[in-house]
Nanobody, 125 residues
Framework: QLQLVESGGGLVQPGGSLRLSCAAS????????IGWFRQAPGKEREGVSC????????NYADSVKGRFTISRDNAKNTVYLQMNSLKPEDTAVYYC??????????????????WGQGTQVTVSS
């Protein structure tokens, strides 16, 4: 059964760090790009970062550039999102999704087909 599972979320103080993981089972996602998205209460889901199939190309939303780093380990069928210098406005449920293409084509939801259930990240003192 195809499944994406996010983990690593939690409560962290402003300025702290978290590393999210997105693990796939039931299929090999080494041929597709992977995106991270987030949705804060009362807001629309937004794209945060994307990584190409090989990992050689990455993309970040302006709001997280310089603070977040996306990476992948295709041997482990896992993608990571290292989040540093976290801010209260980073509080959201974070989702990963499998892209339709092997490169980052953007953050329109129709460009992604499989989604995880999300992991909560709360940045608060």
């Amino acid at each position: 059964q195809l499944q994406l599972v996010e983990s690593g979320g939690g409560l962290v103080q402003p300025g702290g760090s978290l590393r999210l993981s997105c693990a796939a089972s039931g299929f090999t996602f080494a041929y597709q790009s992977i995106g991270w998205f987030r949705q804060a209460p009362g807001k629309e889901r937004e794209g945060v970062s994307c990584i190409s199939r090989s990992g050689s190309s990455t993309n970040y939303a302006d709001s997280v550039k310089g603070r977040f780093t996306i990476s992948r380990d295709n041997a482990k069928n896992t993608v990571y999102l290292q989040m540093n210098s976290l801010k209260p406005e980073d509080t959201a449920v974070y989702y990963c999704a499998v892209g339709l293409y092997n490169y980052c084509a953007g953050y329109d939801r129709e460009l992604y087909r499989y989604w995880g259930q999300g992991t909560q990240v709360t940045v608060s003192s």
